[in-house]
């Protein structure tokens, strides 16, 4: 939860940062950009230490990141779809944006913990 609420600061800090220089949807897609580089690097150093990847092996890192990234997509789709819907029934202001923004980190949130718990950092089969 550490680690999503960090997450959820760092998305909404950078969108609201960039909501009135630019677009909707560029606002909001490059804040959950920040949001996931900040929960990658997080999770892959507390959360799942026990799995994490290391700088010795530059490859599993990148492609853990990548991973990553890609089962993030669901989320993301799941929050443009939120917000851009969302301000299309109910306008724009700071609090309709921010609570949209909030809602769909929270129902994203579950998306995210099924994939890194299931393929991201999923825990190797022992035989």
Known sequence: MIVGGIGTFVQLAFYNLLRLRLGLSLSQNLAIEMAVISNFLLNNLWTFKDNKFSLKDLKKLII?????????????????????????LLGRSFLIENALVIIGILIGLIWNYLMYTKVVWKTPKKS
């Open 64 to 88: 853990g990141f990548v991973k990553f990234n890609l089962t993030s997509l669901g989320s993301i789709v799941i929050q443009n779809l939120v917000l851009l819907f969302g301000v299309k």
